[in-house]
């Protein structure tokens, strides 16, 4: 919708209403009126361009996710290798055979992390390399809100005890485990040797 200009007649109008109306407020000195500003133009919006899609070619993949956080699984993939570069091959492949097993599901946390820490030390003594340990992939919550709430509290919490002091000392590698062996419900711990 265009603005309007006024008449001559209404801006004469408008001139005698403004002598004989009383200022609000009479202490305040009357300004100069400002001047009037040019209309404002509009921004076009930029216009996005489609590219031509031929029948048998594929879709554009959809964009990704924004999460703040990346996922246990990710952080830990992320890691910098420190075991040898053929062994870790073979172990995320699932072809390296875990030399013990230890199952945490059904337990809480305040018995699974002494359960975690007497079977890691153990099987360091033992002079075992890799050991599975199952930690299952948690129970979907009912909790909507704003804050989310991971899945698996033992899922989360195994890889941080296996960084932190007692076992930081005997755990040289974490990763999330093959599907033949448990797959995002695992991880394997390759541990470091006794000297």
């Not at 009383?22 to 921004?43: G, S, Y």
């Not at 703040?68 to 172990?91: S, W, Y």
């Not at 945490?104 to 390399?129: D, S, Y």
């Amino acid at each position: 919708m265009t603005r309007r200009k006024l008449t001559s007649d209404e801006i004469e109008l408008w001139r005698k209403v403004a002598k004989q109306a009383e200022r609000l407020h009479a202490e305040i000195p009357q300004a100069v009126h400002p001047t009037i500003l040019p209309k404002p133009k509009p921004a076009k919006a930029p216009k996005t361009r489609v590219d031509a899609f031929d029948l048998g070619s594929s879709a554009q993949p959809k964009p990704t996710r924004n999460n703040l956080k990346p996922t246990i699984t990710e952080g830990l993939r992320a890691n910098p290798v420190q075991m040898d570069a053929r062994a870790f091959g073979r172990m995320k492949r699932g072809k390296l055979k875990p030399e013990g097993k230890l199952d945490l599901h059904g337990m809480r946390m305040n018995a699974a992390h002494p359960a975690l820490v007497r079977f890691i030390l153990t099987a360091q003594a033992q002079g075992k390399r890799l050991v599975l340990v199952i930690t299952g992939k948690g129970k979907d919550r009912d909790e909507p809100g704003p804050i989310p709430t991971p899945r698996g509290v033992l899922r989360n919490q195994v890889p941080h005890w296996l960084s932190i002091p007692p076992l930081a000392q005997a755990v040289l590698q974490v990763m999330p485990a093959h599907i033949s062996h448990g797959g995002d419900g695992a991880y394997y711990v390759y541990l470091r040797r006794v000297r």
